[in-house]
């Protein structure tokens, strides 16, 4: 299983995004995913995460403003992101926590977590 990430870009100020990130092949189970961002220069930090029974949790930085949630696929997750500022720039990561999903076997693989490739948001003012 892979996590891909798409959806980022250059945006101005004010403007939104919307970011997917989806798991490819079978992913049977999992704790959370969640949304990471690193800007240049900085320490990867949380951005908004969602468990498995949809409990939600948000940076301080972009409560009011970001919203996460799953697909109606199960291996799939949004974070929609209003009103960005340039201090949000960064490369977005998804992740996901305690996976479980099928190998190339079809054998069932537990993991700690999975990382998204990151995709580039960037918010000029």
């Known amino acids: 299983v892979q996590l891909q990430a798409s959806g980022g870009g250059l945006v101005q100020a004010g403007e939104s995004l919307r970011l997917s990130c989806a798991a490819s092949?079978?992913?049977?189970?999992?704790?959370?995913w969640a949304w990471y961002r690193q800007a240049p220069g900085k320490e990867r930090e949380l951005v908004a995460s969602?468990?498995?029974?949809?409990?939600?949790n948000y940076a301080d930085s972009v409560k009011g403003r970001f919203t996460v949630a799953r697909g109606d696929a199960k291996n799939t997750v949004f974070l929609q992101m209003n009103s960005l500022k340039p201090e949000d720039t960064a490369v977005y990561y998804c992740?996901?926590?305690?996976?479980?999903?099928?190998?190339?076997?079809?054998?069932?693989?537990?993991?700690?977590?999975?990382w998204g490739q990151g995709t580039l948001v960037t918010v000029s003012s």
């Open positions: 092949g079978t992913l049977l189970r999992s704790d959370a």
């Open positions: 992740n996901v926590e305690n996976p479980v999903y099928y190998n190339a076997d079809y054998a069932p693989v537990a993991a700690r977590y999975l």
């Open positions: 969602i468990t498995s029974s949809s409990s939600t």
